[in-house]
């Protein structure tokens, strides 16, 4: 029993150790990530007045926020459809749908600079940017949305919203009275989902977006490419303390919903 | 009203899945003369395989070494996530673990750290001038240079694909029924018997899909050898991202993408393959 208690004890050190000493040496005040100078905000101040890194956060939020929103709305929607459809048409769209989940993320992002420079190119306006790495996330989430909505539903009984038409409900209102209070943990689960893929992601944003325009994930990269910088390891500490609050909201409501399903 | 939600639906994804991934086969397969005049070619496959050396044996060609390195180091990183990360995934689902939450936690919570910021992390702990050879040099120890090298690259590999190894296995294991292992005990298996043939073979959907959330990230990733391994260190997403946004031949770019989907594909193949036969070994027929 020790022995494997002290073998976990040994996983989890090697898991965040890194980041704790990243986290420590944020607050050194000498730009040394290993000889302690005393304890200093500087790098927090610089980085609150780092105008590109600024800019970097606002796309990252805006683009989490926009793409959330976007893609629980289209997954939603397209859960209650595939759930409707005929059992080999529902096989393929399923399928066509989780390949994005199962490719390598390089290759979704060249394959949406593809299409994006071929559009752009086909009606001779428009520039990646923005908008090509806003509609590349709310793709890459719609997946997750979907993959999470879908059990909802299926657990569902069919004939509550038959029943809903019958009592002479429009199929508008028994969709928003009916269905989507049955499906409502699933589709929280997946707007959850895929804001923190969103705000997490590097590869699919790389390829998808033009000179400027940047996230946090891009900036961080170009930063670390010229080597250590504790500006990086400022912005790391609150990138890191904002996922674990999300993270330990989504792990409580989890847990909530475990014990209620169970009672 | 239900049922029209699906037809724009498949609109979408032929817009914006089908259609992608068509235009990278479309790219691999076809060239554009001087002239602006596109015309169908397999030169960039013969590329990839041939290179500039013909002369060469097989698998230290340029592009095919890329391959080789990429699969090797990728292999390396899933062995060593699963003898590191099947022993957590043991223990964690066992009994004597009052506060699983807490510890699945612990486990769940890098997997969403950003990737960039755990690499980054141990490029400043690797450094020169870092902890650790702040560490050895006050223990009197040589220093270590190994940042930029083949080890740092593995090291930040396994750091960065560890979790999403336990995970599954964890999910296996916990789902198992403990009294098919007290019916195995009871019919006289010793505990390594046990393990080996009946808690092991259960668990092997988790390992296969461990093995699938590790393997093809691993051998697509390009941040971790770009930041880890210095500016010479070569992958096949590195030989993808240099083509498409530096050298700008997306033709080749492409084909090298339709050479990862296809071996993608070959390793899913496989471990499907194998996590069916060894279900079944198990006697886990349905």
Known sequence: MIAKKLYLALIVFFLYAPILVLMVFSFNYSRSQAHWAGFSLRWYRELFNDDQIMRAVRNTVLIGIFSTVAATAIGAAAAVGISKMGRRFKGIVMGVTQLPVMMPDIVTGISLRLLFIFVIRFIGAGNLGFGTLLLSHIIFNVPYVILSVMPKLQQMDGNLYEAALDLGSTPFGAFHKVILPEVWPGVVTGALLAFTLSVDDFMVSFFTTGSGVENLSIQIFSMARRGVNPRINALSTLIFIVIMVLLFLVHKRDQRLARDNSA | ?286
């Open chain 2, 1 to 286: 009203m239900k049922r029209l939600f699906g037809y724009p639906y498949g609109l979408w994804l032929t817009i914006f899945v089908v259609l992608p991934l068509g235009l990278i086969g479309y790219y691999s397969i076809t060239a554009t003369d001087a002239a602006g005049n596109t015309y169908f070619t397999l030169r960039h496959f013969h590329m990839f395989f041939e290179a500039s050396f013909p002369g060469q044996p097989f698998f230290s060609r340029l592009y095919v070494n890329v391959a080789v390195r990429s699969l090797r180091l990728a292999l390396m990183t899933t062995v060593i996530t699963f003898i590191l990360g099947y022993p957590v995934a043991y223990i964690m689902a066992g009994k004597g673990f009052s506060d699983k939450s807490v510890l699945l936690f612990l486990f769940i919570a890098p997997m969403w750290m950003n990737f960039l910021v755990r690499t980054y992390a141990w490029l400043a702990i690797l450094s020169r001038n870092g902890i650790l050879n702040t560490f050895l040099a006050w223990l009197g120890l040589p220093i270590l240079d190994i940042l930029f090298t083949d080890s740092a690259v593995l090291l930040g590999m396994v750091y960065n694909f560890l979790p999403f190894m336990v995970l599954p296995i964890y999910t296996a294991l916990k789902k198992m029924d403990p009294r098919i292992i007290e019916a195995a005990q009871d019919l006289g298996a010793n505990s390594p018997r046990v393990f080996i043939r009946v808690v092991f073979p259960l668990s092997m959907p988790g390992v296969v899909s461990g093995i699938t959330m590790v393997f093809m990230p691993a051998a697509a990733t390009f941040i971790i050898p770009n930041l880890l391994g210095g500016g010479q260190y070569f992958l096949l997403g590195n030989l993808v991202e240099q083509q498409f946004l530096r050298v700008g031949n997306w033709n080749f770019g492409a084909a090298i993408a339709v050479i990862m989907i296809g071996l993608m594909l070959v390793s899913t193949f496989i471990l499907s393959w194998f996590g069916r036969a060894e279900a079944k070994e198990g006697g886990m027929k349905e």
